[in-house]
């Protein structure tokens, strides 16, 4: 420890800002302790690591988050951070326009190595997404541990925090992209919330009678960019 934290620790602890490991250490329980030491084992053998907001190894991209977890674990393949981030737009009601699209578009990403990212409400629906990063809302350490991974990385937290859909997809991606889009209230907030994050929003024009494209053709008209086939996406990639 350097000069200036080892005077900024004691300045803390003087001023009661901060607890001394020995003094927090007769705080807990020795039950509390070994529970604590079980858990850290079974993460562990399992191949589950668990970083702080302090540790160097935290994330960049989940600081931009307006409320970042204290403490994310993560297991899966950490390459994925370092490459291109990509969030593609999915509603069931696509046309078969829009799926196309959405289906072509998924199959470029996926040639490019870059890393897709979704939001999932339960483990179930891990192995459908390879070379993907996956925000589990699920906050189970159980869920973890006994999690297969298929050359995916799966992050979640804490169970007093919830990843929120509107805060860590505009945080965490590079590119926004939206294959087809109606005018729903969904929509709007995330281009709002992406806006907001200071990011692009790629969309591909429809057809001007379509609803299910009326929102993607007020998006261009309202500056948007326009992505009318895959190598539009090259130089960004």
Do not use: W
Request: hydrophobic share 40%; aromatic share 14%; proline share 3%.
């Amino acid at each position: 420890m350097s000069k200036n934290k080892q005077n900024l620790y004691q300045i803390l602890l003087k001023n009661k800002l901060i607890l001394d490991y020995k003094i927090f250490s007769k705080l807990i329980s020795e039950e509390h302790k070994n529970y604590s030491k079980d858990i850290y084992l079974k993460l562990k053998n399992s191949n589950v690591d668990f970083i702080s907001i302090n540790s160097i190894n935290y994330p960049k991209e989940m600081l931009n988050l307006k409320y970042p977890p204290y403490i994310i674990f993560i297991k899966g393949n950490l390459k994925l951070l370092s490459k291109k981030k990509v969030y593609i737009y999915a509603r069931e009601y696509f046309n078969i326009y829009g799926k196309k699209i959405y289906i072509d578009f998924n199959k470029y990403f996926n040639e490019k190595k870059a890393s897709k990212i979704y939001l999932l409400k339960n483990k179930e629906n891990v192995l459908k997404h390879s070379n993907s990063i996956l925000i589990l809302k699920e906050n189970s350490i159980d869920i973890m541990i006994n999690l297969i991974t298929l050359n995916n990385l799966v992050i979640f937290t804490n169970i007093d925090y919830e990843f929120d859909y509107y805060n860590v997809m505009p945080a965490i991606c590079d590119i926004f992209y939206i294959p087809q889009a109606c005018h729903e209230k969904q929509i709007l907030t995330l281009c709002n919330v992406f806006l907001e994050y200071g990011k692009n929003i790629y969309v591909t024009p429809g057809n001007i009678f379509d609803k299910f494209s009326h929102f993607s053709n007020i998006l261009i008209s309202e500056g948007a960019y326009v992505i009318l086939d895959k190598k539009d996406f090259n130089d960004i990639l």
